[in-house]
DNA sequence: GCCAACGTTGGC
DNA sequence: GCCAACGTTGGC
């Protein structure tokens, strides 16, 4: 089993929409960064993920769901209604690609990115590096278990 | 709203 | 294949 932190921004698609969603459940869509997709593709059902807000006023780890479905094409970039469309990816060679997430829970606390940065046991994580942009991307076990241990703090 | 950092595009 | 211009991300 993997680890992942999944960017959002709440206005666009919070903790609380996924939630909501039925079954809890919701297609991870709107990815179009090669990057953030292949880690996408080397998720399997039963890893888990850090539901992370960003570009919000307390950007931070809010929340934890898993993966129940791997990598399938991303329909919305096959619609051009759609804010996230892409005309370079076709049914027929599909580009961009999501997959399907189920709400577990809610952190008891928002562990905020300032905070994450205070610990020099994290200095090593994606998240924290500089410039990083990712929205999608690996977190590993050492790492994920110490977040957890901070949720208690 | 600003800006640093990075990805993408397209001319050559 | 280089690289300048441009667009986007996302913290602040």
Request: net charge positive; hydrophobic share 35%.
């Given at each position: 089993?993997?680890?992942?932190?999944?960017?959002s921004e709440p206005d666009a698609f919070s903790i609380d929409d996924l939630k909501n969603s039925p079954g809890g459940t919701a297609p991870w869509d709107g990815v179009?960064?090669?990057?953030?997709?292949?880690?996408?593709?080397?998720?399997?059902?039963?890893?888990l993920a850090f539901f992370y807000h960003s570009s919000c006023a307390q950007?931070?780890?809010v929340g934890i769901?898993?993966?129940?479905?791997?990598?399938?094409?991303?329909?919305?970039?096959?619609?051009?209604?759609d804010e996230h469309y892409d005309p370079k990816s076709r049914?027929?060679?599909?580009?961009?690609?999501?997959?399907?997430?189920?709400?577990?829970?809610?952190?008891?606390?928002?562990?905020t990115l300032s905070e994450l940065?205070?610990?020099?046991?994290?200095a090593s994580m994606q998240l924290l590096r500089r410039g990083n942009r990712l929205s999608v991307m690996p977190v590993?076990?050492?790492e994920w278990r110490y977040i957890l241990d901070l949720e208690r703090a």
């Amino acid at each position: 089993m993997k680890y992942w932190l999944m960017k959002s921004e709440p206005d666009a698609f919070s903790i609380d929409d996924l939630k909501n969603s039925p079954g809890g459940t919701a297609p991870w869509d709107g990815v179009r960064n090669y990057q953030a997709r292949n880690f996408m593709r080397e998720m399997s059902p039963g890893d888990l993920a850090f539901f992370y807000h960003s570009s919000c006023a307390q950007p931070g780890i809010v929340g934890i769901m898993e993966i129940i479905r791997r990598t399938y094409p991303d329909a919305t970039a096959f619609n051009p209604a759609d804010e996230h469309y892409d005309p370079k990816s076709r049914p027929d060679n599909p580009r961009w690609y999501m997959v399907d997430v189920r709400y577990k829970r809610a952190l008891k606390r928002l562990i905020t990115l300032s905070e994450l940065k205070q610990h020099p046991e994290l200095a090593s994580m994606q998240l924290l590096r500089r410039g990083n942009r990712l929205s999608v991307m690996p977190v590993n076990m050492a790492e994920w278990r110490y977040i957890l241990d901070l949720e208690r703090a």
